[in-house]
C-alpha cells in the first residue's frame, strides 16, 4: 500500500492537499506538523480524508516537529483513535502501557522505531522488542550511510514474513531511496510518498507522482523482476522513466531502480539470489564490475568496461551498450568507413567509442588534455594521438566529445577552442546535460551536423532493454518520456 504524507503547517493547507490525493492507498497525517491543532480540527481533517487514515505525532527524537509534553502527545494519538482514524502510529519509545492501550482498541497499531543516523546493528533485537507487543504492524525505518544497510533492513523483512509478522520497513538517505519500492516488492506493507517535491517527510522520499508513474509502484508485486542503474550518484539519471515506461507499455512485470552504490562487491552479492533481469551500470563501476561477474561478451572485454549486466542462468553476463549506442547514433548521419575521426578525450568513455570507431574501419586520432593518456589509449587501438590544441591543424570528417567539459552545470565551457571546430563537418558530443552543448550550438554554427549524448544513451538503453527481456523496446514511447523528463526538469 502506498501512503501520501500529508506535512503542512496549517488546517486549511492540510485540507486542500488532502482534497488533491488520487493515487494513495492511505494517508498519513503528521499531526506533530499542524499549528495549535485542537479536536475540532483532528475531527475535520480526519473526516475529510476520504480513504484510510495513519494518524502520527512524532516527536523531536523521533524526527518530528512536537513541541508539548508527552500526555498531550498521546492525548492527540488517543483521540485520533476515538475519531476514526483507521491506523494509529505510535513510537517504540512511548511509554509501554500507553502502547498496549492503544493496541487493545480496534484501531490498527503501527508500533514504529525510526534512526536518523544510522542502520544500527540491533535490528534485530529492536523487531523482536517491538513484535513482543504484538502491534498490527512492526515499522522499522533507519538511515543508510551505506547500500549494505539496506541489506540488514531486507533480512528483516524477511525474518518477518517468515514469522507472519506484518512489517514496514525501509531505509532513508540517497543510499536508501530504491529501498522504498525494494522493501514493497519484498514484503514490506506500507511505503510512504510525498504529496509533491518540497514536501517530503523524510531524507530522499520519492513523490507520488515518482511511485505511481515513474516506478509503477501500484503494479509491482512479489513476482515483479528487478533491475536497474548501479552507479554513484545516480540522482540525476532518467534510466528509470525510459525503462518503466517501456515495461508498461509491453506489460512486463518488472521495476527499473537506481541503485547508488558505494560497496559493489557486496552490493552484487546480497543482490545476486534476488529476482533479477540484469544491471546498467555507470560511473564510478563500469570497469570495477568486471572482477564480480561471472561472463563477460566479446566486444565489452575489447573495450574493457561493462556497462550492462544481463542474468542468464543465474549468471551474470557483462555487455557494454555504449559503444553500439554511440555508433548507431553517429551511423544515422554519416558513413564511417575510411573517414578521419577526431576523439577528444582518452578516458573510459574515449575507449568505448575509439573501439567502435576502429571496428567500423574509421582512420582515428585521439587528443586529450593529459597527452600521455592519449598516447596510452592510442598505442592499444593502434592509432594516432596529441594534444587538444592540435585539432586545428587536423583535417578531420567527424569530431567527437567525450570530455565532461561542458557538462551541466558548467554548461559554458568547450573542450577546444571554437576556431578549431571546422564547417561542415559532424559533431557529436556525448554530454547529454545540457541537451544541447556549448560544442554543438558552436558547430551548428557553422553550418556542421551535430548528434546529441542523448541520441547515444536511447539506443544504448534500446539494446539494453533487448539484452534483458528479449523484447524490442519502444523507442518512440522511450523518447517521449525523456523530452517530458527533461523539459520539466530544471536544467
Ligand atoms: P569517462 O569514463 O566518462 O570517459 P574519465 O575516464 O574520468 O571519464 O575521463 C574523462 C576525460 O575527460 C579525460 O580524457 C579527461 O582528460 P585528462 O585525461 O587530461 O584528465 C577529460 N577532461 C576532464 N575534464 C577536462 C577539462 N577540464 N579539460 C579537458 N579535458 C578534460
Known sequence: MIAAVITERDEKDALNAIKKI??????????DYIKNLDDKKLKNLIKNCRKPVIATCRKKSEGGFFSGSENERINILK????LGADYVDIEYSSDKNVI???IKNKTKAIVSCHDFKQTPSNLGDIYNNIKKLNPDLIKIVTYANSVTDNFKIFDLIKTANEENKKIIAFCMGSYGQFSRILSAILGSQ???SSIEEGKESADCQLTMNEMVNYYRI??????????????????HSWSHIIHNSAFDKLNINAVYLKFQVDKLKKFIEYMKPLNLIGFSVTIPHKVEIMMYIDGLDKQAKGIGAVNTLVVKNGKLIGYNTDCPGAI?????????K??????????????????????????????????EKAKLLADYFKCDYGS?????DIDYDILINTTSVGMYPKANELPIGKNSIKNNKIVFDMVFNPFKTKLLVEAEKRNCTIINGFEMLIYGALLQFKLWTGKDAPEQLMRQKVMEFLKNASH
Do not use: H
Request: positive net charge.
Open 388 to 392: 587538444l590544441d592540435d585539432l586545428k
Open 218 to 235: 501500484k503494479k509491482l508485486n512479489k513476482n515483479t523482476k528487478v533491475v536497474g542503474l548501479i552507479g554513484n550518484p545516480v540522482e
Open 79 to 82: 483521540n485520533a483513535v476515538k
Open 190 to 192: 506500507i511505503t510512504y
Open 22 to 31: 488520487k493515487d494513495a492507498d492511505l494517508i498519513e497525517l503528521r499531526l
Open 328 to 336: 548507431r547514433a553517429l551511423k544515422q548521419k554519416t558513413e564511417l
Open 338 to 371: 575510411n573517414k578521419n575521426a577526431v576523439v577528444l578525450g582518452a578516458g573510459g568513455a574515449a575507449r568505448a567509442m575509439v573501439y567502435g570507431l576502429i571496428e567500423n574501419k574509421s582512420n582515428v586520432t585521439i587528443l586529450n588534455r593529459t597527452v
Open 100 to 102: 498496549k492501550d492503544i
